[in-house]
């Protein structure tokens, strides 16, 4: 594709929901990281996909949250239970690594927890 | 662990200036430094990217400079015009094979006619 997408663009949610967040990479990119902005805070990074090797889960804030990927395609962020301090942007990103690793961004998921 | 800072947070500066923001990390074992600005509402968009192994880089009006013995990177824009306002972000990667991007807190930046 053209570059990174990301579904919903906004999602507002009742405390206690659940929710998905979808991301789409670039075709061909091996790598995928999801990462969240809090307001006026700075981003962190939550997951990293790379191939078919274990997931780098490190940056998960609680076990509230997942994600898969299926190969090197679709990725989805699950956030169960939802709080309001899980009101974020949620942006994922693609890299082929192996070259530059130059990452590439999608236009965010605002998530808003009322 | 990797900590990266941006200073100042903000900064206004006429039409035309050239400016240089900052950015700073505790870990020189870097693997690349990226510079990203974002728009209100928006994704990031990359716009430079330094590997280790250079010192600097150049797209346009803006050049980006690693200096990993002092732990320094700078972004300079020429000529700053009023569509370059928005808020840049400078990132860092640590080891190759684990390329999460540790980013600093940003500078938001207003160009004024």
């Known amino acids: 594709g053209a570059g990174v997408s990301q579904s919903p663009s906004n999602k507002v949610t009742e405390k206690g929901k659940d929710v998905e967040l979808r991301c789409d990479p670039i075709s061909g990119h091996t790598a995928l990281y999801w990462y969240r902005q809090r307001l006026g805070q700075g981003l962190e990074f939550l997951i990293y996909f790379q191939g078919n090797s274990a997931p780098d889960k490190s940056g998960l804030p609680s076990d509230r949250f997942s994600a898969e990927r299926t190969g090197e395609s679709v990725s989805t962020l699950t956030i169960q239970r939802t709080q309001q301090e899980d009101s974020a942007v949620y942006l994922c990103?693609?890299?082929?690594?192996?070259?530059?690793?130059?990452?590439?961004f999608g236009p965010g998921t605002r998530l808003t927890v009322t | 662990k990797q900590e990266v800072t941006q200073i100042p947070a903000a900064l206004s500066v006429p039409e035309g200036e050239n400016l240089v923001l900052n950015c700073s990390f505790t870990?020189?074992?870097?693997?690349?430094l990226q510079w990203f600005r974002q728009d209100p509402g928006k994704g990031l968009t990359s716009l430079l990217l330094?590997?280790?192994?250079?010192r600097e880089q150049t797209s346009g009006r803006l050049n980006a400079s690693l200096d990993k013995s002092s732990g320094r990177s700078t972004l300079y824009i020429a000529a700053s015009q009023p569509g370059d306002s928005a808020t840049y972000l400078c990132?860092?990667?640590?080891?190759?094979?684990?390329?999460?991007?540790?980013f600093g807190t940003g500078t938001r930046l207003t160009i004024i006619p």
């Open positions: 990103a693609s890299s082929d690594v192996g070259q530059v690793d130059e990452q590439y």
């Open positions: 990132a860092a990667t640590t080891n190759f094979g684990n390329e999460k991007l540790t």
């Open positions: 330094i590997q280790s192994s250079q």
């Open positions: 870990d020189s074992a870097i693997y690349n």
